[in-house]
């Protein structure tokens, strides 16, 4: 079964400070995964995914992440955080043998001014 | 423009009614899911459909059923026997069944039962 652990529920930084989000992923196949942003009542928005091309993967409003097979990892990162980017982040992770999209339980990130 | 539209946004129920959550798509997708959104859990798989009349159970599909009628319709039905349907309710498609390609969502419905 693939799963995906997302390491702290609450992040907070400064405006201008390095967003870090963490996504430890589980599967026995090669996976693919994606991390998605909710804004409040609102859906999820795909920021960006990896499948196996580049491992490193950069996505809208400034946000890339890094595959790191060896530590079975999909880091968020933005080097610059602005108050727009206050949000749920949530990383999500299938593969060929799965027909469906298994998420992490989100992290929440605070901007602060 | 293209999109999933779930409706109503908010939507109330009373102990022991059926209620029943809209989720349309105009974007030729092949693939429509059902999620439940309850804090810190995040989303939990509760049907899915891959093809018109047919649907897979997920995770947590005790107490709901979905029909798959058209390829643009994918409603999702809320039955008294939902113990505790109080959550938000997500509906998603998928251009293609295959797992490299990504979701959409629609904005959600809040369901409260009073």
């Known amino acids: 079964a693939q799963s995906v652990t997302q390491l702290g529920s609450h992040v907070s930084v400064s405006e201008g400070a390095l967003v870090l989000l963490r996504c430890n992923y589980s599967?026995?196949?090669?996976?693919?995964l994606f991390w998605y942003v909710q804004y409040p009542n609102q859906g999820l928005q795909l920021l960006l995914k990896y499948t196996s091309a580049a491992t490193l993967v950069k996505g809208i409003n400034g946000f890339e992440a890094e595959f790191k097979k060896s530590e079975t990892s999909f880091h968020l990162t933005k080097p610059s955080a602005h108050m727009s980017d206050a949000a749920e982040y949530f990383c999500a992770v299938s593969s060929d043998n799965n027909n469906d999209m298994r998420f992490g339980a989100g992290t929440r990130l605070t901007v602060k001014p | 423009d293209g999109g999933i539209t779930q409706s109503p946004k908010y939507l109330f129920r009373k102990e022991g009614q059926n209620v029943t959550l809209s989720c349309e798509q105009n974007?030729?997708?092949?693939?429509m899911y059902w999620y439940r959104q309850d804090p810190g859990q995040g989303l939990r798989l509760i049907y899915y459909s891959q093809i018109v009349n047919d649907f897979q159970k997920g995770d947590i599909a005790e107490g709901y059923s979905v029909s798959r009628e058209k390829k643009e319709s994918f409603p999702l039905t809320v039955t008294s026997a939902q113990k505790n349907p109080t959550a938000f309710y997500l509906c998603a498609s998928s251009l293609k069944t295959e797992a490299n390609y990504g979701y959409t969502f629609g904005s959600g419905t809040r369901l409260t039962v009073v």
């Open positions: 974007l030729n997708h092949d693939a």
């Open positions: 599967s026995s196949v090669p996976p693919y």
